[in-house]
């Protein structure tokens, strides 16, 4: 029953994130803005609807958001609810979650590639830069979740709320801040990205979709919204196993930390210009490897 609802689970926060970030934006804009549930109403008709495949792609390109949206589902029945147990659960399943994301990646470069189309290779190979320079921060943050619990599986480092302490209570704070910095590249989001721009010298997710429709553009959709929601699930976890360790607070601060969190940066922040994307993503890499040592010289216990 617990898997079951975990499951349930994620499928709302993947659902609810864009609806916040919407509501969000339209507030902060002082606008009446978009209904809450229009992002699913947009792919629902997407979903009925046929594609329209070029003469020059292959097999590849029409099972890429297939091979898409399959591993971003294997990576959220990873990812546990606070309390609750996921579908899938094994030790070193935090490697797995991150090289799964990465083969959903690899299969919508390929895609892209796949056209031959010059925008959408464009595309693909900021998508495979970006992709390489965020991975030191994953790996990062998740060895620091490691370090302070002693487990290499999700379902083991969240298993149960944490000893309070102030040493655990910062690291978990400053790993959730990650998390949330890392959502905005893997999501594509501002000031990384922008999904409403339609400006294919400067898209890096959109221009690889240019060619896709219908159903086909519902799947990858659908893949982001989860993609997110993991991300966001993580951060909550972290934040929550330092106190009130239980799925009804996780829930909404997952949701509420990212789609507020991308809402804001969405209506206060400027997208940046493309050759200061790398400076910005390795720079969160440089952040995790700080939270890293922090909690690395914490865990030490030095006394001055």
């Known amino acids: 029953m617990g898997i079951l609802l975990n499951t349930i689970l994620m499928i709302v926060v993947a659902i609810a994130i864009p609806g916040v970030i919407n509501r969000t934006r339209a507030l902060l804009a002082g606008r009446k803005g978009l209904p809450f549930m229009q992002h699913v109403r947009n792919v629902s008709l997407l979903l009925r609807k046929g594609t329209v495949y070029s003469t020059t792609t292959t097999a590849l390109f029409r099972i890429a958001p297939a091979v898409y949206l399959g591993a971003a ?176 607070l996780a829930v909404p601060l997952a949701i509420l930390l990212t789609g507020v969190s991308v809402g804001v940066v969405e209506s206060t922040q400027a997208r940046n210009k493309l050759v200061r994307n790398t400076t910005f993503i390795v720079t969160i890499s440089a952040l995790a490897a700080l939270i890293f040592f922090i909690g690395y010289l914490l865990q030490l216990d030095i006394n001055i």
Request: hydrophobic share 55%.
């Open 73 to 248: 589902i294997v990576a959220m029945l990873m990812i546990p609810v606070a309390d609750l147990y996921p579908l899938i659960s094994f030790e070193g399943d935090v490697i797995c979650f991150a090289y799964t994301l990465a083969l959903a990646r690899v299969a919508i470069i390929l895609a892209a590639m796949d056209t031959g189309s010059s925008f959408e290779g464009m595309g693909a190979a900021r998508e495979a830069l970006y992709g390489a320079l965020i991975e030191p921060a994953l790996m990062i943050g998740f060895a620091t979740l490691a370090m302070f619990c002693g487990y290499t599986s999700f379902a083991d480092i969240f298993e149960s709320e944490q000893s309070l302490n102030l040493h655990l209570t910062i690291v978990m704070v400053l790993t959730a801040y990650l998390f949330v910095k890392i959502t905005f590249v893997e999501s594509g989001r501002v000031p990384v990205d922008d999904p409403r721009t339609h400006l294919e010298l400067t898209m890096i997710h959109e221009v690889m979709c240019l060619d896709y429709s219908g159903i086909d553009m519902g799947m990858i959709h659908i893949a982001g919204w989860i993609k997110t929601a993991c991300f966001s699930m993580i951060a909550a976890n972290a934040v929550v196993a330092t106190g009130c360790f239980h799925w009804w």
